[in-house]
Structure formats: structure tokens, C-alpha cells
């Protein structure tokens, strides 16, 4: 009886010291879950600012992630001509889309009329807008610098080539007392505050061809001009410039003659950026006879690592 009474005491005992280190153990393992619980609160805030930081870095341009495979998208490219057929035009979409390095560039064209009704939010999808007009006199009604102004305040980044856009059609400016076929010069109106460059009159705002020609470097360090201090021109009288005067940052300037013994200079490549992240570079040349340059500045404006 006694052994029996002891043997069931033993087991008691045992049971409980088994229950007690049962209970120690769920508590330790809940002190721990605590802990965890506590550590994941108070890394959820900076987690979530790391976050919101990198999301600001890429915005801005500061990362690039298209050299992580599996992040480089297509550039998205909208030409804004009054000539889609014009060779200059073909031949800079060729360009694109031949010479467009690691990078696959997608080239429309939208045709321009004065009449012609262009929103803002048609670009929104558009990495880089080209305002590449071919006329003599290249017309853009005030509706559609308005809307181009809304796109360059939202963002937008745009290149421009020679004068295209200095002239508006007359009755924007006369208003029923006018010629419905003239069209008079105004310059980069409503857009001249995203222009980095002028033409102070309508005679300096002609495309005039010059001759043997170097376009060199003077921002050795900028995307745009990344492996090239020089650039030999095509031959004689295939480059044409206009006399412009400088509001942005010089690039890139040409140098006629040479660049020892220069006979003139003229802006080549200039940018502009405003308050609101728009950019505008303008090219004062037919960006496809510069084909380098041409590419460089789109994958730039885009936001894509030159060269990657």
C-alpha cells in the first residue's frame, strides 16, 4: 500500500513539474511573440519611409532600374509634325529605331494643322514629345501651346527643333479681322519660359545652312554628350542653325570653321528644366544628322542610363 501510494505520489510529481515547464515555456515563447510583435511595430514606420524614399529616388531619376533586368521598359517617343512623309522626319524615326542602343524607343507621329485639337493628356504616356516642324514658316495655333504648356508644368519633357513653333496663324492674334491663310511670327509665345533659348527677331529665326562645322563639348560631364568631346558635321551646307541667344545651359556648340580657327559660333545643344521637373532641350540642327546625340537625348530625357 505504502509503495503503491508512493509510486502515485512520484507520478504526481512528475506530472507537475511537467505542467510547470509546459507553463514556462508558453510564457517564454509569448514574452518572445511580444517582443517580434514590438520589433515589427516599431520597424513598420521606417520600413514603410525606406519605401516611400526609393519610390521618390526613382521618380526623381536618382535610381535607375532599367539596368535591372526585368525593369527596362520601352521609351515612348511622340513626334509633333506639320509633315510626317518630310525625309527629315522618316529619317529621324529610322534613327530611332535603329540606333537605339539597349533600349527598344516606340516612334509615333501626331500630324499638326492649325485647326488640329491636341490635349495635354494625350502625352501622358509619351516619355519624350519632339516638336520637329518642316515648314518655312512652322505654325502652332495657341490652343496647342497652351496645351503643350500644361504637359511641360506637368512634367513633360520635350526636345525642339530649330524654329519649330514661332509662328501662329494670324486670326489667334487678330481675331476676326484677320487673313485665315497668313500666319505671323511670335516666337516660342506661351512656352518661351520652358524654352532655353530665344531668337530676338523673326530674321534670326531662319534655318541658315553653314559649312564645315565641329559641334564640341562644352559640358563634357552631361548624359547627352557621354563619349564624345567633338562631333565632325556633315559636309558643307547639310547643317542648318539658327542665331540664337542663351536663357538655359549650354550643352553643346557649334563651331563653324573649326575649332581652331573658328569663322562663327552658335548654341548646338541646350536644356532647360523647370520648377515643376519639365524639361526642354533644344536642338539647333536636324537632330538625325547627329545620330549619337539624337539617342543620348531621348534615353536622357526618359530617364534611361546613356550608354547602359
Not at 50 to 71: R, T
Not at 81 to 86: C, G, I, R, V
Request: proline share 6%.
Amino acid at each position: 500500500m505504502y509503495g503503491g501510494a508512493g509510486q502515485g505520489g512520484g507520478r504526481g510529481g512528475g506530472d507537475d513539474a511537467a505542467l510547470m515547464a509546459a507553463l514556462a515555456m508558453a510564457a517564454a515563447q509569448e514574452e518572445a511573440q511580444k517582443r517580434k510583435t514590438k520589433y515589427m511595430e516599431a520597424a513598420l514606420p521606417v520600413a514603410l519611409l525606406i519605401i516611400l524614399a526609393l519610390i521618390f529616388a526613382v521618380k526623381m531619376g536618382f535610381i535607375d532600374l532599367s539596368v535591372i533586368p526585368g525593369f527596362s521598359q520601352p521609351v515612348s517617343v511622340m513626334i509633333l509634325t506639320d509633315n510626317p512623309t518630310d525625309p527629315g522626319i522618316q529619317n529621324t524615326i529610322q534613327v530611332l529605331q535603329s540606333e537605339s542602343s539597349y533600349y527598344k524607343i516606340k516612334t509615333r507621329t501626331m500630324t499638326l494643322t492649325p485647326n488640329k485639337r491636341i490635349f495635354a493628356q494625350q502625352f501622358a504616356d509619351t516619355d519624350v514629345v519632339i516638336l520637329y516642324e518642316t515648314d518655312s514658316k512652322p505654325t502652332l495655333s495657341k490652343e496647342q501651346r497652351l496645351e503643350l504648356q500644361k504637359y511641360l508644368k506637368a512634367g513633360g519633357k520635350m526636345i525642339v527643333v530649330l524654329n519649330s513653333g514661332t509662328y501662329v496663324p494670324q486670326c489667334d492674334i487678330l481675331g476676326t479681322e484677320c487673313d485665315p491663310n497668313a500666319r505671323e511670327w511670335v516666337g516660342w509665345l506661351y512656352l518661351s519660359d520652358f524654352m532655353p533659348v530665344e531668337c530676338d527677331s523673326e530674321e534670326t529665326c531662319v534655318p541658315e545652312s553653314i559649312g564645315d562645322s565641329v559641334l564640341y563639348t562644352i559640358d563634357p560631364d552631361h548624359p547627352i554628350m557621354k563619349g564624345f568631346e567633338e562631333i565632325d558635321l556633315p559636309s558643307p551646307t547639310a547643317i542648318k542653325r539658327l542665331q540664337l541667344s542663351k536663357s538655359g545651359t549650354d550643352i553643346a556648340d557649334i563651331y563653324e570653321g573649326g575649332l581652331d580657327n573658328p569663322t562663327a559660333v552658335y548654341l548646338g545643344v541646350t536644356a532647360s528644366q523647370n520648377i515643376f521637373g519639365g524639361k526642354v532641350i533644344h536642338f539647333n540642327f536636324e537632330p538625325w544628322k547627329i545620330r549619337h546625340v539624337l539617342v543620348n537625348t531621348v534615353l536622357y530625357l526618359a530617364g534611361k542610363s546613356v550608354g547602359g
